[in-house]
């Protein structure tokens, strides 16, 4: 698969003092990306293999769940059922969909996970990009829309009034899958860890050393690893650092340059000059879904709404043909 990717965020080995102790690492391939964790093992009456293979576990679970390049998913199944009547659906994926359609709401609409259709039309899923007619955008924009969707969580099911609505979970399951892994690796003892997915993490307590986590986030600008901001993240019980980036993911033609990231209502890729939008939240899933309705607003938007909902969110973005950073107020105050 081949999930959105946001922008890279990077653990780094700065530290005002040598570390006494190592941490214990993991790493592999999952969802389309890479994945990089560090334990803390000191203390837990758990081995690296077994963390190991509860995260492997649960990636699978995940994958079989919500890829939309796995014609066995369930999310799959799910849109190639076309109908109107209920469907049932995995609790995970219903509380999924019922952040999604809060944040759609709170965010105006630019949030919005039946984007796919039109996913697919510009070749963001894995197909060769392209710049489609606006007759094939307006053909499928009346099938496009949370709006069409009805979730019903308590009895995991949902129904599409529009029978032909497509949903890609792809902006809100990695950020759900590093909760999952985390949550897991809490259940076998651990509470000291950072959990990295295509550059999507968790962080939690401390380093092995002692000192707090911190981590990198890279500027937005394609082919280079340059830094733009380091975060301290101070808070021992754990948060979620989620950033979106329109750099990425792109295509270009005829000298224009076409992000991932679209506008539901125009079908179209953003264009504003938002780079990217790191988000710290308590609940991984709600920071991945943030930092991309945030993005696809445009940077003055995405700083009202984040003020507004009190969301500790960092916005890049180009002004004058330089990059510019505007924290919010809870984001300063986490710092």
């Not at 959105?4 to 969802?31: F, H, N, R, V």
């Not at 609409?109 to 094939?136: A, H, I, M």
């Not at 950072?194 to 394609?222: C, S």
């Amino acid at each position: 698969m081949n999930w959105l990717i946001g922008l890279l965020l990077m653990t780094t080995a700065l530290s005002g003092c040598k570390k006494s102790t190592d941490e214990s690492e993991l790493s592999g391939e999952a969802q389309g990306t890479t994945y990089h964790i560090k334990l803390v093992l000191d203390g837990a009456s758990t081995s690296l293999e077994q963390a190991r293979r509860e995260v492997s576990t649960t990636l699978a679970e995940i994958d079989a769940q919500m890829s939309n390049y796995r014609e066995d998913s369930e999310i799959s199944r799910i849109n190639r059922q076309e109908r109107s009547d209920w469907l049932p659906v995995s609790q995970e994926i219903a509380k999924l969909l019922v952040i999604a359609q809060t944040v759609y709401e709170r965010s105006g609409g630019c949030y919005d996970l039946t984007v796919k259709s039109l996913f697919d039309l510009w070749g963001f899923s894995g197909r060769e990009n392209r710049v489609p007619s606006q007759n094939e955008i307006d053909a499928l924009l009346p099938h496009v829309g949370m709006s069409l969707l009805e979730v019903d969580a308590v009895n995991n099911r949902i129904r599409k009034k529009d029978p032909k609505l497509k949903i890609d979970l792809s902006s809100i399951a990695q950020g759900y899958s590093v909760g999952v892994v985390a949550q897991r690796l809490e259940a076998l003892g651990i509470e000291n860890y950072l959990v990295e997915i295509g550059g999507e993490m968790v962080v939690k307590g401390r380093k092995a050393n002692g000192n707090d986590w911190r981590v990198a986030v890279q500027t937005p600008t394609p082919l280079t690893r340059e830094i733009e901001k380091i975060i301290d993240v101070r808070e021992q019980q754990g948060t979620a650092i989620m950033t979106a980036g329109t750099y990425q993911h792109f295509f270009e033609e005829n000298g224009q340059t076409y992000s991932h990231i679209l506008n539901p209502k125009a079908g179209r890729p953003v264009t504003h000059h938002l780079r990217s939008v790191t988000v710290m939240h308590d609940d991984p899933a709600w920071a991945d879904a943030w930092d991309t309705a945030l993005l696809c607003m445009g940077e003055q938007e995405a700083a009202r709404v984040a003020e507004a909902e009190q969301l500790k969110a960092l916005l890049v973005y180009e002004d004058d043909g330089k990059l510019t950073e505007h924290m919010s107020k809870a984001f300063v105050a986490a710092q």
